[in-house]
């Protein structure tokens, strides 16, 4: 199954519903960063969130950041969404695993642990809206659901979840988001608990071979569906030479002198794909010149 997310109202407009997919997409995150299964797990979570999170933005240039920082082994998470769900992320330490929960489940609040969730929204402003609150579980759904109820004020469901198969590879991945709209009714807050109330974890719909759309129909019931363009998603890092070069640049002029001064020049490695872009000494010292000039 192709990567997507489904979009949809329910009873007359008063609900949203988005549910996806993203299986291929965190299995790219798997091959980039070699992760071991609970980083992994943490990881798909959040760029599911993230994707999710995308269809609530307006236009094209926009984009949403995720930013968890605990006490836990997994040091921090970050993840990236454009408008269309292209989505790239990574975690501080990739290379840690901790026991299983008493559920047998992958224990990602012990990853976590204590600290903050920081959701960062770039709308094209000239300052970016910035949320911060507690993390509530460290079970990334639950934070994200906390999330929307104290900052922006939202009554908000998120459900996320990856499984992985014995050999470390992800099986599958999904998720859905709803969210109750101003003015929505008795009746309709009464639907999203019922709807919620008995379903399948989101792994087991998807293995059974539930689309985004089937899980839609699941937890609504046909109540008054209305459906609408899906969306693609994928793993989409936007790093490149150009943008290294900026970062180089950023340094300021000294500590770009310093490194400049190195025989075997400079290398960078992005953080959301792992890519390698090598600056020889030559180069460097054109980039100061080129600095001074500007």
Same mark, same amino acid.
Do not use: W
């Given at each position: 199954?192709?990567?997507?997310?489904?979009?949809?109202?329910?009873?007359?407009?008063?609900?949203?519903?988005?549910?996806?997919?993203?299986?291929?997409?965190?299995?790219?995150?798997?091959?980039?960063?070699q992760m071991y299964p609970t980083p992994l797990v943490a990881l798909g979570r959040v760029l599911t969130g993230a994707a999710l999170m995308s269809q609530t933005l307006k236009e094209e240039n926009q984009t949403i950041t995720i930013q968890i920082k605990g006490d836990g082994p997994i040091g921090g998470i970050v993840a990236v969404t454009d408008s269309k769900a292209g989505v790239r992320g990574y975690v501080h330490n990739?290379?840690?695993?901790?026991?299983?929960?008493?559920?047998?489940?992958?224990?990602?609040?012990?990853?976590?642990?204590?600290?903050?969730?920081?959701?960062?929204?770039?709308?094209?402003?000239?300052?970016?809206?910035?949320?911060?609150?507690?993390?509530?579980?460290?079970?990334?759904?639950?934070?994200?659901?906390?999330?929307?109820?104290?900052?922006?004020?939202?009554?908000?469901?998120?459900?996320?979840?990856?499984?992985?198969?014995?050999?470390?590879?992800?099986?599958?991945?999904?998720?859905?988001?709803?969210?109750?709209?101003?003015?929505?009714?008795?009746?309709?807050?009464?639907?999203?608990?019922?709807?919620?109330?008995?379903?399948?974890?989101?792994?087991?719909?998807?293995?059974?071979?539930?689309?985004?759309?089937?899980?839609?129909?699941?937890?609504?019931?046909?109540?008054?569906?209305?459906?609408?363009?899906?969306?693609? @998603?994928?793993?989409? =890092? &936007?790093?490149?030479?150009?943008?290294?070069?900026?970062? /180089?640049?950023? $340094?300021?002029? %000294?500590?770009?002198?310093?490194?400049?001064?190195?025989?075997?020049?400079?290398?960078? @490695?992005?953080?959301? =794909? &792992?890519?390698?872009?090598?600056?020889?000494?030559?180069? /460097?010292?054109? $980039?100061?010149? %080129?600095?001074?000039?500007?």
């Amino acid at each position: 199954m192709k990567d997507y997310i489904a979009k949809a109202t329910a009873l007359s407009g008063q609900i949203i519903i988005y549910a996806a997919v993203t299986t291929n997409t965190v299995e790219r995150a798997r091959e980039l960063h070699q992760m071991y299964p609970t980083p992994l797990v943490a990881l798909g979570r959040v760029l599911t969130g993230a994707a999710l999170m995308s269809q609530t933005l307006k236009e094209e240039n926009q984009t949403i950041t995720i930013q968890i920082k605990g006490d836990g082994p997994i040091g921090g998470i970050v993840a990236v969404t454009d408008s269309k769900a292209g989505v790239r992320g990574y975690v501080h330490n990739p290379f840690f695993d901790v026991p299983l929960n008493e559920l047998g489940k992958f224990d990602i609040k012990k990853a976590v642990g204590q600290g903050q969730l920081n959701v960062v929204k770039d709308l094209g402003l000239k300052e970016p809206y910035v949320g911060h609150v507690e993390l509530v579980s460290g079970e990334i759904a639950e934070d994200l659901t906390y999330y929307y109820a104290y900052s922006e004020q939202t009554p908000t469901v998120m459900n996320l979840g990856v499984l992985i198969g014995r050999e470390g590879i992800v099986l599958n991945a999904g998720g859905f988001f709803i969210q109750l709209l101003p003015g929505a009714t008795e009746e309709a807050i009464q639907a999203v608990e019922d709807g919620i109330k008995d379903l399948l974890p989101i792994t087991t719909l998807i293995d059974q071979g539930n689309t985004p759309e089937d899980i839609i129909r699941l937890v609504f019931n046909e109540k008054d569906l209305k459906f609408y363009e899906p969306c693609s @998603v994928s793993y989409k =890092c &936007n790093c490149s030479r150009e943008r290294m070069e900026r970062n /180089l640049l950023s $340094l300021g002029r %000294d500590d770009l002198t310093e490194i400049a001064e190195d025989e075997a020049g400079a290398e960078l @490695v992005c953080h959301f =794909c &792992n890519s390698k872009y090598h600056f020889a000494k030559e180069e /460097l010292q054109n $980039l100061i010149k %080129d600095s001074s000039t500007d």
